[in-house]
C-alpha cells in the first residue's frame, strides 16, 4: 500500500498503489517510499513524505478535497483532509474525511451506504487542493442529493464562451 516498502521513479509513471487493483497518479515526484516520521505508528501508517511536501495545508492543518465523479465529471461535494484523513483515502480505496464540526474521521457511506470508492487522486498546482475522483454510490449530500450542489444555484452574469471572448488569452 501507498508504494511503501518500494521506491517509485518516474519510470513507474509514479503510481501510489491504493488497492491491489487501482494505483492514483502523482505527477512530479521522484521517490514515494519515504514515510513523514512520527513518534507514534509504523511507517506503513504514515502518509508517504513526497506526498505530505506538496500539501499546503491551512491553518488547522486541512486540504480541501474536491470529489468528483470519475465517469460523468460530476463535481458531487467538497470535504476537508488532514495527512492522516488522505492516507486513509490512499490506502483503503475509500474516501476518508475529517470532519471540522466533530472534530473526528468519517469515512463516506459507512453509515448511509453512500460509498465513494476512490478512482484516482490529484493534487493542484499549488498543493491547496486535491481532486479526488471517485465512483460514487448513491447520494454524495448528507441531504439526500446526488450532489451538495443540486438545487443550489445563485444567480450570476454569464459571461461569453471562451472562443467568443477576444480578451481570453491562451494561458493565465
Not at 57 to 74: F, S
Not at 151 to 166: K, L, T
Amino acid at each position: 500500500m501507498l508504494g511503501l516498502g518500494r521506491s517509485v521513479c518516474a519510470a513507474d509513471v509514479n503510481a501510489v498503489e491504493t488497492s491491489p487493483r487501482q494505483t492514483t497518479r502523482l505527477e512530479g515526484m521522484s521517490s514515494l517510499s519515504n514515510p513523514v516520521p512520527s513518534a507514534a505508528g509504523t511507517e506503513e501508517d504514515q502518509l508517504p513524505a513526497a506526498v505530505a511536501r506538496l500539501l499546503k495545508r491551512d491553518a488547522a492543518g486541512l486540504v480541501a478535497a474536491i470529489i468528483q465523479q470519475h465517469d460523468t465529471n460530476e463535481v458531487l461535494m467538497l470535504g476537508w483532509m488532514d495527512d492522516e484523513a488522505l492516507r486513509r483515502t490512499l490506502s483503503t480505496g475509500r474516501v476518508t474525511f475529517y470532519s471540522r464540526s466533530r472534530q473526528e474521521y468519517w469515512r463516506k457511506g459507512d453509515t448511509s451506504g453512500h460509498v465513494q470508492w476512490v478512482k484516482s487522486v490529484a493534487l493542484d498546482c499549488d498543493g491547496d487542493a486535491l481532486l479526488v475522483r471517485v465512483d460514487q454510490v448513491g447520494a454524495a449530500c448528507h441531504t439526500g442529493t446526488r450532489t451538495c450542489f443540486d438545487g443550489r444555484w445563485i444567480a450570476a452574469v454569464a459571461g461569453p464562451a471562451a472562443e467568443e471572448n477576444p480578451t481570453a488569452k491562451e494561458s493565465n
